[in-house]
């Protein structure tokens, strides 16, 4: 397919999307690159990584290694990617601890309709994917309701880890980041990056190299082999995900991070939401949240003893806002072809 300057724009555009959403933790990249028209291509790309790739670079050259590597498509994603993830980090960080419930309703609204838009390309349904939907599904919540393991300091852990997360960052719906504080990895890769621990950075990264490259295959040969079935169980991921981002939370059990244990959240603090607690306090680092329950607007202002406003029509008017990104971007997609 012969592209333009600006469908490289687009797909840079379209990265930038993937960045902001990699920056928001318990938001996946995947997700945004699925709504986009760009995830199949991305797993393709990825997947042919190997060592004919390499062969031609030796006996064909660099432009020939470029072009069957997919090099132009590649470094305008990352380019926007990159950009986006880098410039909003500290936009998200401030959204989120100073107005969780307000972040959240929008990338709730933009889920619920990646959801519709993502199940419309299912071209034939049946038995299987209605069953591939609830499985997804079922997964996905049961993953964002699973407490956090102890923290794990082995270095070659961190392999293991990577390797799985990496897995979870290219799944629409499933957070990268999460699944590290499930696994009980979060506390170890964190000092790593804050020590610069090359031993235990450079596990972690060929961990996650080894694992996107293998689950990549295995995504490519899924998509062209079950198509349907396939689209069906990732719709199903984003639909059980969306626990995940509902505004408004109890927080279960938070993670001291400084020790990298976890506790009951109610011998913090009589508050019922970590997020206010942080707000209140003005303490952004001590704990990070392991577990948390979804409840009612009229609920989280209780469970704060009525002292966080649950912002409710505020909360409805982002979650239209966010649904309506989506719809934009599939008609910016649409002209793109």
């Not at 349907?228 to 279960?252: C, D, E, M, Q």
Request: aromatic share 12%; proline share 2%.
């Amino acid at each position: 397919m012969q592209r333009r300057l600006k469908d490289y724009l687009l797909i840079s555009l379209k990265g930038m999307a993937m960045g902001a959403a990699d920056a928001v933790p318990g938001v996946s990249g995947g997700t945004i690159a699925f709504i986009s028209g760009i995830y199949e291509e991305l797993i393709a790309t990825i997947s042919g990584v190997n060592l004919s790739l390499f062969k031609t670079l030796k006996s064909e050259g660099v432009s020939a290694f470029w072009k069957q590597l997919n090099g132009n498509f590649l470094l305008a994603l990352l380019t926007g990617i990159v950009i986006s993830f880098v410039s909003f980090m500290r936009l998200a960080k401030y959204l989120l601890e100073h107005h969780p419930v307000l972040i959240w309703s929008f990338f709730f609204g933009l889920i619920i309709a990646s959801i519709l838009f993502i199940g419309k390309q299912i071209t034939k349904w049946s038995v299987v994917t209605i069953v591939a939907v609830i499985i997804g599904a079922v997964t996905a919540f049961y993953l964002t309701s699973l407490p956090s393991l102890a923290s794990n300091s082995s270095s070659y852990f961190l392999l293991i880890a990577g390797a799985i997360a990496i897995c979870a960052m290219i799944l629409p719906g499933i957070s990268g980041s999460f699944i590290l504080v499930i696994l009980g990895a979060y506390k170890t890769l964190s000092d790593a990056f804050h020590d610069f621990d090359i031993k235990k950075i450079a596990l972690f990264g060929t961990g996650a190299v080894i694992g996107l490259l293998s689950f990549s295959h295995v995504l490519k040969w899924l998509f062209k082999n079950y198509h349907n079935t396939t689209l069906a169980i990732l719709t199903g991921f984003i639909l059980g995900s969306l626990n995940k981002v509902w505004p408004w939370k109890k927080t279960v059990s938070v993670m001291v991070e400084e020790t990298g244990k976890v506790v009951p959240f109610n011998t913090v603090t009589d508050f019922g939401t970590l997020s206010f607690y942080q707000k209140t306090t003005n303490d952004f680092e001590t704990y990070k949240t392991v577990l948390e329950q979804s409840v009612y607007p009229l609920n989280y202002s209780e469970i704060n003893n009525y002292l966080a406003q649950p912002q409710t029509t505020l909360a409805i008017g982002l979650m239209i806002a966010g649904f309506l990104t989506i719809f934009i971007l599939e008609k910016v997609g649409n002209k793109a072809k």
